[in-house]
């Protein structure tokens, strides 16, 4: 079973999720989580917990924040993840945003001082097992410099696209390794 975990202020109804749903058709799980963190994690925790009662394989898919969470996870239960353009610093990211939008149903919320401390509590300082993962980066990343990526994972199975954008242009192209990836 794939997870696959979206950024901030997405939904699991939109955009990459869509695209993954309609590739992995029901092997993909895409929940719409919590702008939240620790309501988010909470959620992916009993997700995975789930299907490790029913000893399911898992593997995590995460894009930009939702990577982050990839990383936590991965790191804590053992799991190979995908990281699409991810955050790795998100704590500075979005310190200083105060309101957000959410590009699904276009409502507000705001990133509190709370949330931020709740991202710093969930980093991994030092990466383990670094083959578990595999990092897709597009170098024209309007959001997050994909640098920090490669510097916090470059012993990750590392994939550098000149150009592209932070939804990571043609992530569709990158299906079939991603399969083979987490199989």
């Given amino acids: ?34 702008y ?6 909470d959620t992916l925790e009993q ?8 000893d399911e394989t898992i593997g995590l898919v995460g894009s930009s924040l939702g990577g982050y969470y990839a990383i936590h996870l991965a790191t804590k239960y053992n799991l190979k993840a995908v990281l699409i353009n991810p955050a790795i610093y998100p704590y500075k990211t979005l ?10 149903d ?11 401390q709740t991202l710093k509590f969930l980093e991994v300082q030092e990466v383990q097992n670094q083959e578990s993962f595999l990092t897709l980066l597009q170098t024209e990343d309007e ?33 079939r ?3 083979n990836f987490l199989h």
């Fill in 143 to 175: 959001v997050l410099d994909y640098n920090e990526a490669v510097e916090k994972l470059p012993d990750s199975e590392l994939i550098i696209e000149e150009g592209g954008n932070h939804s990571f242009e043609n992530i569709e192209s990158y299906f």
């Fill in 1 to 34: 079973m794939i997870i696959y975990i979206h950024g901030f202020g997405s939904s699991g109804h939109r955009g990459k999720a869509s695209l993954f749903r309609e590739y992995f058709e029901e092997e993909v799980i895409a929940p719409s989580l919590s």
């Fill in 47 to 54: 997700l995975i917990e789930i299907l490790l009662e029913k």
């Fill in 106 to 116: 276009g409502t507000s919320f705001e990133v509190t001082a709370e949330h931020i």
């Fill in 95 to 104: 310190d200083k945003i105060g309101m957000a939008m959410n590009y699904y």
């Fill in 36 to 41: 939240v963190p620790n309501l988010a994690i």
């Fill in 177 to 179: 390794k991603i399969y």
